[in-house]
């Protein structure tokens, strides 16, 4: 495929486009700018094409919210998908299983709407149960492999953290956790070519103006609202699958 003018801009609108949603949440670009750029743009070729400024960006706000960063919990919740995400990048070979795909659509859109209206009190200490935690991470990362949608992890994580700065820092951890792995695998088995590279360098600067402009976004919301927003971006993330997983069956 050739770069052209036209695709170059199109691209670039599209990863500013989700990085503001990066910035403001500290996920859920790949929902916003995959899909626009899938309209011209093969997935073989957006996800290892995107993955590199994925990884810095991770890493940076890791680093901008290192003061928020719980040890304790990130570090073996990207450990355990890390554990799923091996068979579930051999399950490939079975089929795209979109019923399946369908029902995790489904599940992740309820468990937002739960998130949205759970009452938290934070005069309660919660501690972490390691098997379900090992469960949650494990599964998502076994769905990751397969379906490259990495996201119950969030729900369960989302119940430790006390604020939105808590939540990018410990999310963008295990992120990057997921990001290098990945990118290894793509270099070894040749995903990554000159095409992808160009989509990588459209999208750093349109990373860094989206990051930016989430950033100041964020500084003009309350802790309620922005809890909103993630919430509202989660949800969005299991409408895509289900819409994804009815409309392209095989």
Request: hydrophobic residues 55%.
């Amino acid at each position: 495929m050739k770069m052209t003018a036209d695709l170059a801009v199109f691209i670039f609108i599209a990863q500013f486009l989700g990085y503001i949603i990066k910035g403001l949440v500290g996920f859920g670009n790949p929902l916003i700018a995959n899909p626009i750029m899938a309209m011209r743009i093969d997935n073989v070729q957006i996800t290892p094409g995107v993955l590199p400024v994925d990884m810095f960006v991770n890493l940076y706000i890791s680093y901008k919210n290192r003061k928020d960063f719980i040890t304790r919990l990130a570090l073996p919740i990207a450990i355990c998908i890390m554990i799923g995400v091996v068979p579930g990048s051999l399950f490939l070979k079975v089929g795209s299983q979109w019923v399946i795909k369908a029902l995790l659509g489904i599940f992740i859109i309820a468990l937002g709407i739960e998130m949205m209206t759970r009452k938290v009190n934070t005069s309660v200490e919660r501690k972490n149960n390691p098997v379900v935690m090992g469960l949650v991470s494990v599964t998502s990362g076994f769905l990751s492999g397969l379906f490259g949608i990495n996201m119950l992890f969030l729900a369960y994580l989302n119940r430790f953290v006390s604020n939105r700065n808590q939540f990018r820092a410990n999310v963008c951890f295990i992120f990057s956790f997921e990001n290098v792995f990945r990118l290894i695998v793509y270099a070894v088995t040749g995903i990554l070519n000159q095409f992808t590279l160009t989509i990588t360098l459209l999208s750093i600067p349109a990373a860094v103006l989206g990051i930016w402009l989430g950033g100041r976004i964020d500084l003009k919301l309350d802790e309620k609202t922005a809890n909103r927003i993630m919430h509202c971006v989660f949800i969005l993330g299991g409408v895509s699958i289900l819409v994804k997983a009815l409309i392209f069956r095989s």
